[in-house]
């Protein structure tokens, strides 16, 4: 088996179906939005609490978890890109007539 023959398969299964819909539950626009308020309150409560320092560690960790999720189906992308690119015709004249 391919390399994109195994992430075709990986993309397609239930298992990481599940796991691009935990991600987006546990990380996504509504789940962030949620953890940065409740670092706000913190922020509020807490004077040794670092908000700047917990804010960028919350948009790390929902970069990386997102982008590992989306991996597998931008390299795929990024094949498809790379079979249509070779597919298109090679001009053969010469002076751009």
Do not use: C, Y
């Not at 819909?21 to 040794?48: C, H, L, M, Y």
């Not at 978890?65 to 053969?92: G, R, T």
């Amino acid at each position: 088996m391919s390399d994109v023959e195994d992430l075709e398969g990986l993309v397609a299964s239930p298992g990481f179906l599940l796991l691009k819909n935990r991600a987006k539950a546990q990380w996504g626009p509504t789940a962030f939005n949620a953890r940065v308020s409740q670092a706000i309150v913190r922020a509020d409560t807490d004077e040794t609490f670092n908000l700047a320092k917990e804010l960028a560690k919350l948009q790390f960790a929902q970069q990386e978890i997102n982008a590992l999720v989306s991996w597998p189906q931008q390299e795929l992308d990024a094949h498809a890109k790379q079979l249509a690119k070779a597919a298109e015709p090679v001009s053969m004249m010469r002076g751009g007539r």
